[in-house]
């Protein structure tokens, strides 16, 4: 007889909650051990339940997913982990966290029994490698991004990145041809951004220096920055100074 896999599920939204609840029941190769409403009993619960896999919020009252996380360090490997939330302004963390998965709510059954497969077949890594890099997040490099794009999420290479623009809420991450909106500012980019690869432009622009055609004096003495998709961004007068004052 297989073994069940023990499922957590880690939840402030009762009716969310329930949901997922019966979503579980409906997959016979699950069992649901718990449904905590918090984060410090989520914690409590996941330590004396041991599950396989916990289906957790982000944002919840005590503790938010990220802090049960951090807190389970000393307890040796950790259950894989399905965030369930609101809001993508946790997409930059999610993969150093090693998630299995990033549900953006709402989010279909389909969506919901394809992170579960998901996770069966992956498995999860030490939690020790989870918060070393949660540790670090706000100071190495980014290597990938995660976007929204028809309803999924999936990894963006940094790398791929040909610029990035902004408003105050909102960033616009452009690579091949296509734009992803996410909801964080600029500013949260631009400190894990290569500095030798990326540069900011003015207040609402990074480019990607890889994808730069070439840079044109305009009738104002302000570099105009030609992007290879024929993109064409203009450069604040202290930048355009600077690139002037660095080329040979």
Request: net charge negative.
């Amino acid at each position: 007889m297989n073994m069940k896999t023990k499922v957590l599920i880690a939840e402030d939204e009762p009716l969310a909650a329930e949901a997922l609840a019966g979503w579980v029941a409906q997959l016979p190769q699950l069992d649901l051990v718990a449904t905590c409403a918090d984060g410090e009993t989520a914690l409590a619960q996941i330590r004396a339940l041991q599950p396989d896999l916990v289906l957790m919020d982000i944002q919840m009252p005590g503790l938010t997913g990220l802090q049960v996380l951090k807190a389970l360090v000393a307890d040796g490997p950790r259950p894989a982990v399905i965030f369930t939330t609101a809001y993508d302004e946790h997409a930059l963390t999610a993969f150093e966290l090693h998630a299995v998965d990033y549900l953006l709510k709402p989010f279909s059954r389909e969506r919901f029994v394809e992170a579960v497969e998901h996770a069966l077949k992956a498995g999860s890594p030490p939690l020790g490698d989870a918060v070393d890099a949660l540790q670090q997040a706000d100071d190495t490099p980014l290597t990938r991004v995660l976007v929204r794009d028809q309803g999924k999420i999936f990894p963006l290479q940094v790398d791929a990145l040909e610029y990035l623009r902004s408003d105050t809420k909102y960033t616009a991450l452009v690579s091949r041809g296509r734009s992803f909106l996410v909801r964080l500012p600029i500013n949260s980019f631009e400190p894990r951004l290569d500095p030798a690869r990326f540069l900011r432009l003015h207040r609402g622009c990074i480019v990607n220096l890889d994808f730069v055609d070439a840079m044109v004096p305009d009738e104002n003495s302000q570099l105009v920055v030609q992007m290879r998709d024929g993109t064409r961004i203009t450069a604040s007068r202290e930048v355009s100074k600077k690139l002037r004052e660095q080329s040979i």
